[in-house]
């Protein structure tokens, strides 16, 4: 919705249309005077089931299919909780006219990747299936209408079936509880004790899952999946007319009764004040939640109500600006905080504000927030403040309008669901930009104070809840005191920030262009200039107003070593030490309105900094990348803010399975090499950004850098920007540095198990098996690696979870390494029951012995074959594709040959070739066994 919602829920249902019947309009824009788009096609079908349609070219050939079911985990009765996420995992197993286990291999057979193109969500209000079709040929697409038809109403469920997709849903559940989930379950309770949606989980409750049979998810599945309470949703290259003849055709025949009442989240007790929860756990960093409830409110979607709507959604984050401000601070009083209201479903909103704190320190973060809160509240914004706030929603607006015309397939999609799942009209882009140019006059001080004011309940003995590692000294008493003394204080008025202007323009004399070529097979334009920067252009028609960039600078990782294993650890942060001029926090005002972006991250073997701009930001863009090469700030507000963050991390590496194996493998594969190995945590507090600065120097200075543009772009312009920034910088090493004695990387020899503890759940385990392969010099072995990860992946997931039934989703992957010499792995993981450990490893050795020995089937190749060779056929319908061809087009010109080969590469293997990359590399002993066991409790 529009606030900034620090409650959990906003959702609302859709009221489902009734064919020839009385009642709620079927769209919500029939009672708005908001307009909706034209180009989207509305329906409803005699039987009441409603449609949405829309042609679109974004991803070019694609097309985007949906079912929606009105109903999910709300809608269950005590007995039924899990059925409808249960049912859910159903539709995959068998109906009238496509037998158990086969709508998978179809699906696969079409090119569509299980969980990728295929998925399938369950909600507290809704259960949604989805196809993301990679063709939009009629065929295709009318397998797609039939496979939701028979979800619709064909489901088999048989008890057989069910049984064995029971192991499979209590997977899921197993994985799915941590202490994030049971953290969330806490503040839902104490929020709304007694209402109906903290007990509505869409993953439901052992008993229930444990009881459910046929009968029982018959019950909902008739209940709920009903025409009335039913839309299909297509967006893509499809002929409108055909496709809404196919559906009448397909679906028309389905009836059904009326859709079920809307059912109750609640109820909620708004008038409960004074009370206070306190909620520990190992893994949980300090946060202070302060609570007011409120009666709900009816806000259908009009002109007016969106005006109101962006008032209150400025004054909100005007609020929660000032809060990053002084989170940004150097030794900031707390991590972060927020303020916001936001509804829970029809009973009632929640007023939030919250503080996270650093551990031990609640009371001085909750000082620093509440006055600055308070003061704001009570003597309103100034006109910086607002100027701030509007430019950045003009930005969006803005931006939005402009790309109108190239608008993916999901996102269209998406504006369907905030139909269906919020009321909210789906307009044109250019209409809203009209819509807020003509309000933006009134959007003023006292307006967004009086509209703040109004919309946010008052925290007057409000509920509080901490959570954390350990309980505050004094506990509730002691929060609920340190509350009332901040709200009895007196609080000063704000005082006027600084403003300035951006202070990075000049960088010397333009430079000028020494080489400039076009690579025939892709169009991408190579151009060099005579400082050596290297820049790639390709421009496309793919988004509208928009251009994506990446800066490759020489260095990354591999400048770290066994005695300086950390050189490089500090340079995510860099970005929150802001510019020698400004810092962090002053460039966000600095440059409020404007698309461009400030990061940087260490890649294998180059810093990199990327994103997203727009044709008039381009060269605010550039002149902020050179700036950060030029005049980095090395703040010390970002030093700190690193340790603190990396702190955190450490007392949070061992909360869950994947967190413990994932801080640990690096150690285990490569004999706890330093570059490669998680160093104590006081390591990481010694780090300084003196030494950073160290490290990076001589690569900002003279390190070779290659930058690719992508997207809707003026060739000459951009060459002549990049001239006057970049290019007029002084000059750079010509090319990237070799460093062959930084890139060995071990694999231990020693193949003996290992375990790891974690604290999480006592019967969650996880167990990887990782084989060394190769780099990716020689192409074909790489493709044939990516083509044996799929066929593994297929295998992996028939044993392991359609046979046994013992992991929800297992996972495998082959990663050739770009940097590291004759290194790569190939690992297979999966996330099981303690119970379950020797089944599941017998299981993974019986799939990769078969790998390894026969041939796999020309059915089970093809199955894996067809959704990768899809996968390169749309790699480039999308600027980011074209971004990962451009970014490296010269310094790794072969990359773009072995990309446009790779498709033939792939299409010439066969099984025999495959089981002998399988047998070359995963022998059962040549595997590390790493497991991921629960730590003795104590």
Do not use: C
């Not at 992508?710 to 090319?735: N, Q, Y």
């Amino acid at each position: 919705m529009h606030r900034t919602i620090l409650f959990v829920l906003a959702a609302f249902l859709a009221y489902p249309a009734h064919a020839e019947q009385s009642g709620p309009p079927a769209w919500a824009f029939e009672t708005s005077d908001v307009p909706v788009d034209p180009a989207f096609t509305f329906g409803t079908l005699p039987n009441g089931m409603r449609y949405v349609l829309r042609e679109n070219h974004t991803p070019e050939g694609t097309v985007l299919v949906r079912l929606r079911i009105g109903s999910g985990s709300l809608e269950e009765t005590d007995q039924e909780r899990g059925l409808a996420h249960f049912v859910e995992h159903m539709a995959f197993n068998g109906s009238a006219h496509v037998p158990e286990g086969e709508m998978v291999k179809l699906l696969e057979r079409e090119g569509l990747a299980f969980g990728a193109d295929t998925n399938a969500s369950t909600g507290f209000e809704s259960t949604t299936y989805k196809l993301d079709l990679p063709r939009a040929d009629p065929k295709l697409l009318d397998t797609a209408l039939m496979l939701m038809r028979e979800t619709a109403s064909e489901l088999t469920l048989s008890d057989a079936a069910i049984a064995r997709e029971r192991g499979v849903v209590l997977a899921e559940k197993r994985d799915r509880t941590n202490y994030a989930l049971k953290e969330t379950e806490d503040e839902w309770a104490f929020v709304a004790p007694g209402a109906r949606y903290p007990q509505r989980l869409p993953i439901g409750t052992e008993e229930t899952l444990q009881a459910a049979d046929a009968a029982r998810l018959r019950g909902f599945y008739r209940r709920a999946y009903v025409p009335s309470n039913a839309v299909l949703v297509v967006v893509g290259a499809i002929d409108v007319p055909q496709v809404e003849a196919a559906i009448r055709a397909r679906f028309g025949d389905w009836s059904g009764p009326p859709a079920p009442a809307e059912p109750d989240a609640g109820p909620v007790n708004l008038g409960r004040r004074g009370e206070t929860d306190i909620y520990l756990d190992p893994a949980l960093s300090e946060r202070v939640t302060v609570t007011s409830l409120s009666p709900w409110t009816d806000e259908p979607d009009t002109v007016a109500q969106r005006r109101q709507n962006l008032l209150e959604g400025i004054g909100y984050a005007a609020i929660n600006r000032r809060l990053e401000t002084i989170a940004r601070s150097e030794d900031a009083p707390y991590r972060g905080a927020g303020f916001g209201t936001g509804h829970i479903f029809k009973e009632g909103r929640a007023t939030n504000f919250i503080v996270d704190a650093l551990d031990g320190k609640w009371r001085q973060g909750l000082v620093a927030a509440v006055r600055e809160w308070r003061r704001a509240l009570a003597y309103g914004f100034s006109p910086a403040e607002m100027a701030e706030q509007v430019a950045r929603n003009r930005q969006a607006q803005e931006n939005a309008a402009r790309s109108a015309d190239t608008r993916s397939n999901a996102v269209l999609v998406n504006a369907v669901e905030q139909l269906l799942d919020n009321d909210l009209v789906p307009a044109t882009p250019r209409s809203a930009l009209e819509r807020f140019e003509e309000f933006a006059p009134a959007i003023t001080p006292e307006a967004v104070l009086a509209a703040l004011r109004a919309d946010a309940a008052p925290l007057d003995d409000p509920l509080i809840r901490f959570q954390g590692r350990v309980a505050p000294e004094g506990g509730a008493k002691a929060l609920r005191a340190a509350w009332d003394e901040l709200m009895a204080e007196k609080i000063s008025a704000p005082t006027a920030a600084p403003t300035g202007s951006f202070a990075y323009t000049e960088f010397g004399t333009p430079g000028t262009v020494v080489a400039d070529t076009v690579e025939p097979r892709t169009g991408i334009r190579e151009v060099r200039f005579a400082n050596g920067v290297r820049l790639n252009l390709k421009r496309t028609s793919l988004e509208a107003d928009r251009i994506r960039f990446q800066l490759n600078l020489d260095g990354g990782d591999l400048l770290a070593t066994a005695e300086r294993p950390l050189a490089t650890a500090m340079v995510g942060s860099l970005p929150s030490g802001g510019l020698g001029k400004h810092s962090q926090d002053e460039l966000t005002s600095l440059l409020a309105g404007h698309s461009v972006s400030l990061n940087l991250a260490s890649g294998a073997d180059t810093f990199v900094s990327g994103g997203i701009t727009t044709p008039r930001d381009l060269e605010l863009q550039l002149d902020l990348l050179a700036a950060a090469l030029t005049d980095p700030g090395f703040r010390r507000e970002g030093e700190v803010r690193y340790r603190r963050e990396m702190a955190n991390w450490f007392l949070r590496k061992d909360a869950t399975p994947a967190s413990a194996l994932d801080a640990a493998i690096g150690g285990i594969l490569s004999d706890d090499d330093p570059r490669f190995t998680v160093q104590p945590s006081i390591a990481y507090q010694k780090l300084r950004y003196a030494d950073l600065r160290d490290t990076l120097a001589d690569r900002f200075e003279r390190g070779a850098i290659e930058l690719a543009l992508v997207g809707d772009l003026d060739e000459e312009e951009a060459i002549a920007l990049v001239g006057k920034t970049l290019g007029a910088l002084p000059a750079r090493e010509p090319d990237f540095l070799p460093r062959e004695d930084a890139r060995d990387r071990p694999f231990t020899a020693d193949r003996a198990p290992r375990s790891v503890l974690h604290t999480g759940e006592p019967d969650q385990a996880l167990v990887r098996l990782t084989w060394p392969t190769t780099d990716d010099s020689d192409a074909a072995e790489v493709q044939r690696l990516e083509l044996l990860e799929r066929v593994a992946q297929i295998e992996l997931t028939e044993e392991i979870r359609e046979k046994l039934g013992k992991a929800y989703s297992p996972g495998v992957r082959s990663a050739p390494s770009r940097a590291w010499r004759g290194y790569g792995t190939f690992a297979l993981t999966a996330s099981v029951d303690v119970a379950d450990l020797d089944a599941t490893r017998a299981a993974i050795a019986s799939v990769v012995a078969r790998l390894a020995s026969e041939p796999v089937s020309d059915d089970t190749l093809e199955r894996a074959r067809h959704p990768l060779l899809e996968s390169y056929d749309n790699a480039l319908k999308s600027n980011a594709g074209w971004l990962q061809l451009a970014a490296r087009a010269q310094s790794e010109g072969f990359r773009i040959g072995r990309f446009l080969a790779a498709k033939d590469v792939i299409r010439s293997i066969d099984p025999i070739e495959l089981q002998a990359t399988a047998a070359r590399y995963l022998g059962l002993g040549a595997a590390v066994e790493v497991l991921a066991l629960p730590a003795p409790r104590q």
